[in-house]
C-alpha cells in the first residue's frame, strides 16, 4: 500500500421497510425491541448523517443501496403464488416468520456484506472481495446476490477489482463478513486478523450459536491470497453474553487493536500472533479493556467496541466514532474518556445518533464496510455513490418523500408498502447510477 491510500467506509443506506421483527437470535438488542414500532426515515437519516460525519473528516464515504424488500423471490420460492401483492397477502396470513423475514431492512449494516482484502495485503496486488453467505439466519441469507451485484457495481474495474461469489451456502463455510475482520497496518502492508466463533464440527455449546466458522475465514484468506492472515478464537463467553459478531467486543485501525479482555478465547496466543505476523513491519498497539473496567454486558450494552475507529487525513491520532448509548452508559463513557486522554492512539471521542439501528444491535461500526484504496483505485470506483454535500442534500430529499415515519411489525403485510419501496428504489437507481436492472423487481 502506498502513502495516499486510504480507508474509504461504505455504509448501508437504511432500506423502508426497517423495522423490529427481533429475528436475530443471539442478539439481545434485536431481542429487546422486538415488536417495537420503528421509523424508518429518521433511522435512514441517522445512517446518512453518520456517512456525513465521516465525509467531514476528509475521508472518503460510499453508499450502498438498500436491497429489495418485501422480497417477493423468496415467498414465490416458498410455494406462493398469483400477483406480488397477493404473494405477500397470503405469505403473512399462512407463514407469517417467513414473511417477517422476506421484508428484513438488515442489509443497512454493511459490515456483513463482505470481507476485504486490500491490494497490498492481496497475492495479485488487486483488492479482494468476498460477499458473506450470511446463511445461518434466513433474512440474512437472503443479501449475498444482491450484495454482490452492488460491490461489482461500486467497484467494476475488474483489473483492479476482484469481487468473489460468496462462499459455498452450507454449514461448513458459515461466513459472516467484515465483522469477524480486522485490519492492522503501520502505514503499508498490512497484517488481517480473522475472527471465527467455532470450526464446522464442533458440538453446539452455550446459550446462543457462534455464527462464523474457522473453515469459512479460512478459505477466505486463501482465495484472497493474504499474505499476512492472523486466525484466532471468539471467547465463548463473549458470544453468550450477545456479542454475536466479533465487532460487538473489537474494533481496530492503523497500529491500534482495541478489544475488551474476553474478546478472544486466547487473548495472549492473539496479541503473539499479531506481533509475529506484523514482524518487520510495525508494531501493534493492544488496547485491552479489562472486566473491571467494563463489564462485558455494560460493554454490549453500551456498543463502545462497535465505534468506528478512524485515521482522518493529516491527523496522527486516531477518533473513536462512538454511538450515543456509549456517552450515555456511565462506565463505557468513562473508559471513552480515558482512551482519548491518556496520550494513546486515540485522541478524541465523538458521538454520533444511531438509536434506529441501535435498536435492533447495530453501531456505528456495523453499519460501515471498510475498503483500503490507492488513489488510482479510488478514481476506479463508481464516483456516482461516493458522498458529496450535493449527494447527500439529494438522497436527504429522497428519505424525506418515499421513507414512512412510523411502521409496526403489522404493516409489513401492506401491498401498499410494497408498491412505495419498489417505487423508492427504483428512483435511487438513478441517483447512484446503478442502471435500470440493479434489482430483480426491474428485471421482472
Excluded at 63 to 77: D, G, I, T, W, Y
Excluded at 107 to 122: L, R
Excluded at 383 to 395: H, I, K, N, V, Y
Excluded at 411 to 422: G, K, Q, T, V
Aim: glycine residues 8%; aromatic residues 6%; contains cysteine.
Amino acid at each position: 500500500m502506498t502513502s495516499c491510500a486510504v480507508e474509504a467506509n461504505c455504509d448501508g443506506l437504511v432500506g423502508p421497510t426497517h423495522s423490529y421483527a427481533g429475528m436475530a437470535f443471539g442478539n439481545l438488542a434485536s431481542a429487546k425491541n422486538a415488536g417495537e414500532v420503528s421509523n424508518p426515515r429518521e433511522a435512514a437519516l441517522e445512517g446518512l448523517a453518520k456517512m456525513e460525519a465521516v465525509a467531514a473528516l476528509g475521508l472518503p464515504q460510499f453508499v450502498l443501496p438498500p436491497h429489495e424488500r418485501p422480497f417477493v423471490p423468496l415467498l414465490r420460492a416458498c410455494g406462493f403464488g398469483g400477483s406480488d401483492a397477493d404473494v405477500l397477502e397470503r405469505a403473512w396470513a399462512e407463514a407469517p416468520e417467513i414473511a417477517a423475514n422476506a421484508c428484513s431492512a438488515s442489509a443497512m449494516w454493511a459490515a456483513n456484506a463482505a470481507t476485504v482484502t486490500p491490494s497490498s495485503d492481496s497475492g495479485d496486488g488487486r483488492v479482494h472481495f468476498t460477499p458473506a453467505n450470511l446463511l445461518t439466519n434466513l433474512h440474512r441469507s437472503l443479501e449475498a446476490e444482491q450484495t454482490t451485484r452492488a460491490l461489482r457495481s461500486l467497484f467494476p474495474d475488474e483489473g483492479r477489482f476482484v469481487v468473489h461469489p460468496p462462499l459455498p451456502a452450507q454449514g461448513t463455510f458459515a461466513d459472516e463478513g467484515a465483522a469477524n475482520h480486522v485490519r492492522l497496518h503501520g502505514g503499508g502492508e498490512g497484517v488481517e486478523l480473522f475472527v471465527y466463533g467455532r470450526a464446522a464440527g464442533d458440538p453446539p455449546t452455550g446459550g446462543f450459536p457462534a455464527r462464523q466458522t474457522r473453515e469459512a475465514v479460512e478459505a477466505v484468506a486463501r482465495r484472497h491470497g493474504s499474505r499476512r492472515p492472523v486466525f484466532a478464537r471468539q471467547s465463548r463467553k463473549a458470544v453468550d453474553a450477545g456479542a454475536f459478531h466479533n465487532d460487538v467486543v473489537c474494533v481496530g485501525a492503523r497500529e491500534a487493536l482495541l478489544h475488551h479482555e474476553a474478546a478472544f478465547a486466547d487473548t495472549a496466543a492473539t496479541h503473539a500472533a499479531i506481533r509475529a505476523a506484523a514482524g518487520g513491519l510495525f508494531e501493534p498497539v493492544f488496547l485491552e479493556i479489562t472486566e473491571a473496567e467494563l463489564p462485558l454486558a455494560d460493554a454490549v450494552a453500551s456498543y463502545l467496541f462497535n465505534s468506528q475507529l478512524l485515521a482522518p487525513p493529516g491527523e496522527d491520532r486516531l477518533v473513536l466514532l462512538a454511538p450515543a448509548e456509549t456517552g450515555e452508559t456511565a462506565r463505557a463513557a468513562a473508559v471513552a474518556e480515558w482512551l482519548a486522554s491518556s496520550n494513546g492512539p486515540i485522541g478524541r471521542v465523538q458521538y454520533v445518533d444511531v438509536r434506529q439501528s441501535m435498536r435492533n444491535g447495530g453501531g456505528p461500526a456495523c453499519l460501515r464496510l471498510r475498503v483500503v484504496l490507492t488513489a488510482q483505485e479510488l478514481a476506479a470506483t463508481n464516483l456516482a455513490q461516493r458522498l458529496t454535500l450535493e449527494l447527500a442534500a439529494r438522497l436527504r430529499d429522497w428519505i424525506g418523500r418515499r421513507y414512512r415515519d412510523r411502521l409496526s411489525v403489522a404493516d409489513l403485510a401492506d401491498p401498499a408498502l410494497l408498491r412505495e419501496s419498489r417505487t423508492a428504489l427504483d428512483e435511487l437507481t438513478r441517483l447512484l447510477w446503478l442502471g435500470a436492472d440493479f434489482y430483480p423487481f426491474q428485471r421482472a
